[in-house]
């Protein structure tokens, strides 16, 4: 029983390994290998249902987008770790436009809710980037927001606006928003987080001196010890 918790802590080890020079991001690279790891999971399971369904359409989509998240995890884990990210973050995006403009049968419900996801990108990105990248990313996918609901050609949005020209506005006035405050949140998070960080590196490097002073005081005292001894003989 030993060796297989022995076993079985080498493969998670193995699973989360990030080659990244710079200590702090072989750390974030290892929490996004576990993020990637969690993904391909559920696009495992996502395909397997899919394919016992018959949703063929599904099942190449859920294929191409774990193709992606191995190819991810393999660059993340020779310690690229901020493209990994944006690389993420990318397919992420795609994953939320495709089935709008590949699926013509869309439903509007699924439709509508699409561009939510892109709070988890924000998300995602406050956690591995920096904040001068999600402040581009929050500007950047809110454009993309507003032209999904107001200009893209997905069926089920075109038969909505002609329907309710004011509605997609309302929908705007409430994602734009979201993108916002999750930005914001993320901001404030990463930053506390790296002040506390270089709160403790500080403290580190004050023990350091203290413990160099103390070691030399330590030497001279004894030194001083030394000399009395062959006064004194």
């Known amino acids: 029983m030993a060796s297989n918790l022995c076993y079985t802590t080498h493969m998670i080890e193995w699973l989360l390994r990030?080659?990244?020079?710079?200590?702090?991001?072989?750390?974030?690279?290892?929490?996004?290998?576990?993020?990637?790891?969690?993904?391909?999971?559920?696009?495992?399971?996502?395909?397997?249902?899919?394919?016992?369904?018959?949703?063929?359409?599904?099942?190449?989509?859920?294929?191409?987008v774990l193709a992606g998240?191995?190819?991810?995890?393999?660059?993340?884990?020779?310690?690229?770790?901020?493209?990994?990210?944006?690389?993420?973050?990318?397919q992420v995006v795609l994953t939320t436009l495709g089935?709008?403009?590949?699926?013509?049968?869309?439903?509007?419900?699924?439709?509508?809710?699409?561009?939510?996801?892109?709070?988890?990108?924000?998300?995602?990105?406050?956690v591995f980037l920096t904040w001068r990248a999600v402040?581009?990313?929050?500007?950047?996918?809110?454009?993309?927001?507003?032209?999904?609901?107001?200009?893209?050609?997905?069926?089920?949005?075109a038969l909505e606006r002609a329907r309710d020209p004011s509605g997609m506005g309302s929908l705007l006035s409430t994602m734009v928003p979201l993108y916002v405050a999750i930005g914001a949140i993320t901001w404030l998070s990463n930053r506390l987080l790296g002040e506390t960080l270089e709160d403790l590196r500080r403290r580190n490097r004050d023990l350091q001196v203290a413990n160099r002073e103390l070691a030399a005081q330590e030497r001279l005292r004894s030194e001083l010890d030394i000399a009395r001894d062959i006064q004194r003989r």
Do not use: H
Not at 21 to 29: C, L, M, S, V
Not at 74 to 84: H, I, T, Y
Not at 99 to 126: K, N, S
């Open 99 to 126: 089935p709008g403009l590949l699926l013509p049968t869309l439903e509007l419900p699924i439709a509508v809710a699409e561009p939510a996801f892109y709070a988890l990108v924000i998300a995602i990105a406050g």
């Open 18 to 64: 990030c080659d990244a020079k710079d200590p702090e991001q072989a750390i974030k690279g290892r929490w996004l290998n576990r993020l990637l790891v969690s993904l391909i999971t559920l696009g495992i399971l996502s395909t397997l249902l899919s394919l016992a369904t018959g949703q063929l359409t599904a099942v190449i989509i859920s294929s191409v």
């Open 135 to 157: 402040a581009l990313l929050m500007v950047a996918l809110s454009v993309l927001a507003i032209w999904y609901y107001i200009f893209s050609p997905v069926p089920a949005l």
């Open 69 to 90: 998240e191995a190819g991810i995890t393999l660059l993340n884990r020779r310690g690229f770790v901020s493209l990994a990210t944006g690389l993420l973050l990318a």
